[in-house]
């Protein structure tokens, strides 16, 4: 059964079109804050998301971008906003549809089925989800190579990534400099090469801590090396 998140602010016209899409056999979530709604849609699983384009919180077009940089699954935007260049921008950042108020609920159900179908076509094909790695606020998409700290994308160099990524893939395992050195940089470390380990730590401590000199994520294990921790 196919699970819909539902995000809008006015909750009578929320309600009459979750019982709508209920009669159809969906499973359907109501949120009428923006960030709240956000924060559902990125660490709830759900099937397709409808949501409103003026919220308190968090308005939709910054909801649909942020949901697009880790989640393929169907935006179906609504607004009682008529301009073009609204639908224009919220097919941009990545929406499926664009709905304008008013509309009838069984044209919503009748929009919801369409894109869902599409949707499971596509995957049926081969489309996957992106690769995503996520450990208390860290979102590392290992298919884009993108990281991003409590929602807000950081830039990292490629050895940062990699450093980044080995470690949060291998969560509370104790490595030495030398075995990160070899895997990260491919080769044996020799001379000072475990100090350019320890300077990349420094810098990505810099791009996810939010106090490096106690760090909550990569931890020090004096005179061994480091581990990431949950």
């Known amino acids: 059964m196919s699970k819909i998140l539902?995000?809008?602010?006015?909750?009578?016209?929320?309600?009459?079109e979750r019982d709508y899409l209920e009669l159809s056999d969906f499973i359907v979530d109501i949120e009428t804050d923006g960030n709240l709604g956000l924060d559902k849609a990125l660490n709830k699983e759900y099937n397709l998301i409808i949501l409103d384009l003026m919220l308190p919180g968090m308005d939709g077009f910054e909801i649909c971008r942020l949901i697009r940089e880790v989640k393929n699954i169907p935006i179906i935007m609504v607004s009682a906003k008529k301009d073009d260049i609204d639908?224009?921008?919220?097919?941009?950042?990545?929406?499926?549809?664009?709905?304008?108020?008013?509309?009838?609920p069984s044209e919503l159900v009748a929009r919801v089925k369409a894109h869902l179908t599409r949707y499971e076509r596509l995957v049926g094909q081969g489309i996957k989800e992106n690769e995503i790695i996520e450990i208390r606020g860290i979102k590392i998409d290992k298919t884009a190579?993108?990281?991003?700290i409590n929602?807000?994308?950081r830039i990292f160099t490629t050895k940062e990534y990699d450093l980044l990524t080995y470690l949060a893939e291998h969560p509370n395992?104790?490595?030495t400099k030398e075995e990160l050195y070899q895997t990260i940089w491919g080769m044996p470390a020799i001379g000072d090469d475990c100090a350019t380990v320890t300077v990349h730590i420094k810098k990505i401590r810099e791009k996810i801590e939010e106090n490096t000199s106690k760090p909550q994520y990569i931890e020090t294990i004096w005179g061994v090396g480091y581990r990431f921790k949950v």
């Open 6 to 16: 539902l995000i809008e602010d006015e909750l009578a016209i929320a309600e009459l």
């Open 87 to 104: 639908k224009i921008r919220g097919l941009g950042l990545g929406a499926d549809d664009y709905i304008t108020k008013p509309f009838s």
């Open 145 to 148: 190579r993108r990281i991003f």
């Open 151 to 153: 929602g807000e994308e």
């Open 173 to 175: 395992h104790v490595f």
